[in-house]
Nanobody, 126 residues
């Protein structure tokens, strides 16, 4: 059983920085990757969530074009945390951000549908 707990969301002005954290509990040995997804306003289903960035156990990363060079993902396996540093967010980034675990290989990330965090709301004001 795995539990993912996101934190760090809130209100931020465009151009400022915000750091999201995901605390990981349980046995994730089956999975080699973590990721952050967004659920944009007006969408409700898990399948509508969009990948922001994923990271493998070796540190390989895959960023969505809309956040490349602005957001940075990192993982600390000793502390069981996954962090998303959001530099220069834009109002279009207003969404609920979810932490995910899954499989990362061949440059692709495949989330497991079994485990999602509760999400953390990020609101970016202009």
């Amino acid at each position: 059983q795995v539990q993912l707990v996101e934190s760090g969301g809130g209100l931020v002005q465009a151009g400022e920085s915000l750091t999201l954290s995901c605390a990981v509990f349980g046995d994730t040995a089956t999975y080699n990757g973590f990721a952050w997804y967004v659920q944009l306003p007006g969408t409700e289903r898990e399948i509508e969530r969009e990948l922001v960035v994923a990271i493998s156990s070796e540190g390989a990363t895959k960023y969505a074009d809309f956040v490349k060079d602005r957001f940075t993902i990192s993982r600390d396996d000793a502390k069981n945390t996954v962090t998303l540093l959001m530099d220069n967010p834009t109002p279009e980034g207003t969404a609920v951000y979810y932490c995910s675990t899954g499989h990362y290989y061949d440059g692709h990330y495949y989330p497991t549908a079994r485990y999602w965090g509760q999400g953390t709301q990020v609101t970016v004001s202009s």
